[in-house]
């Protein structure tokens, strides 16, 4: 009997969790922009102009997201040797990328996406958790980072995958 509650319980709260994380949100998402707003108000292309990238949200509250700069504007190693580069090849491949997985939870009353951030591409940001108001307008996904110390804001647009 006890088991059977439970159950009965657990399938209840599971529409609540789904919403808790989003489901507008959930699927796969193609990066068409990564762009950045600079103090002077103009919006440049951030990752090159031809970025690539996917954020991927499930419906229990994990995601990834990648952005890379496009292939033709990153520097490949001379040597084809991830372990033995040059630093100028290293400092090329840490800028032209920002990944990060975790779990995220949606406030739609406030309009931003929570990540709680496991891992990152920039160490700095692995075990935080990161705010990040958002826009939804039918399959285009947008949020912006907090600014930079440079004053310029990044801001990243998706579509979603079919």
């Known amino acids: 009997m006890l088991k059977t509650l ?29 762009d950045v ?3 002077d108000g103009r919006t440049v292309a951030d990752y090159g102009s031809s970025p690539s990238g ?3 949200f499930t419906t229990d509250g994990q995601y990834v997201v990648e952005v890379y700069r496009g292939s033709a504007d990153r520097t490949r190693f001379a040597g084809n040797d991830r372990s033995h580069g040059a ?29 709680a951030i496991t891992s990152s591409s920039f160490p700095n ?3 935080t ?4 108001p958002f826009t939804l307008q039918n399959d285009s996904l947008t949020w912006r980072v907090p600014p930079r110390p440079d004053g310029s804001v990044p801001l990243t647009r998706f579509v979603r995958v079919r």
């Open 129 to 132: 958790t990161q705010v990040r």
């Open 125 to 127: 940001l692995d075990g």
């Open 37 to 39: 707003i600079r103090p």
């Open 87 to 115: 630093p100028e090849e290293y400092r090329d491949a840490q800028l032209s990328t920002s990944t990060h997985f975790g779990r995220y939870t949606v406030d739609a009353a406030k309009a931003t996406i929570t990540f």
């Open 6 to 34: 439970a159950l009965l319980i657990g399938l209840a709260m599971h529409p609540a969790i789904a919403l808790a994380q989003g489901p507008q949100l959930v699927g796969t998402w193609k990066l068409v922009a990564a």
């Open 54 to 56: 996917i954020a991927i």
